[in-house]
């Protein structure tokens, strides 16, 4: 009888037992888990697609450095970006500086189209400068959009890469930066360098005499 009884006591703990531990352990299938694994999952994805947009997605090229354009015709092409400088958000960069460090006064002065005959004038100068004139500069003009005006800015070219024009000249784009806002007045002007063999033409100065917008210089 004892036997019997004890028996009975254990077989009602092992219910018990069983009961209490279906009541706090939920099965494989319940929902309780599924917010969880859902959760994690989708973290997991945004992660990788984060990772996967950042080391794949490039930056627009763009089609000139400045998205400058050239007036009239011009044996040389519009400005091309330097490799150091791919991806490299530029023309805004020197817009904000512009709407915020000139003057209106310095704004206005490049408003104005420089004529024909003022460009050639220019060139002649600069050709017939005593230091300048083994460089055989040429002048055209481009325009590009500044605080929300059309700016126009005459370009000086040297045919040579910026090294070659430093051993004919040490110091020859300071040169024809003064020569260059003697004839013109305060306003922006852009020195560049034309590279034959790779056929790029880099610019080294935007600038008028006061505020330097964009300085470009070779890695040592």
Known sequence: MKK???FVLLLALALVSYLTYQSVTPPV?????????????????ADVTTMTTESTTQAPVAKSLFDEKIIGESDYPTATVPPRLAGMDIY???NKYYQEHY?????????SEISANE??????????????????????????????????????????TYAAAQQTLPDNDLTILSESM?????????IAYYDEA???LTVYHLTNWTNPLFTYKDEA
């Open 103 to 111: 003057s209106q006064d310095e704004k206005t002065a490049n408003q």
């Open 182 to 190: 003697t004839q013109l007045g305060n306003r922006l002007i852009m």
């Open 119 to 160: 460009l050639q004038s220019l060139q002649e100068v600069l050709n017939n400068h005593s230091q300048l004139s083994n460089l055989n500069v040429s002048v055209d003009q481009v325009t590009m959009t500044l605080d929300g005006q059309t700016v126009y800015i005459p370009r000086i070219i040297v045919p040579m």
């Open 198 to 200: 790779d056929k790029t």
């Open 29 to 45: 299938s319940s929902p309780n888990t599924t917010p969880i694994t859902t959760a994690v999952s989708e973290t997991t994805v």
């Open 92 to 94: 805004n960069a020197i």
């Open 4 to 6: 019997l009884i004890l």
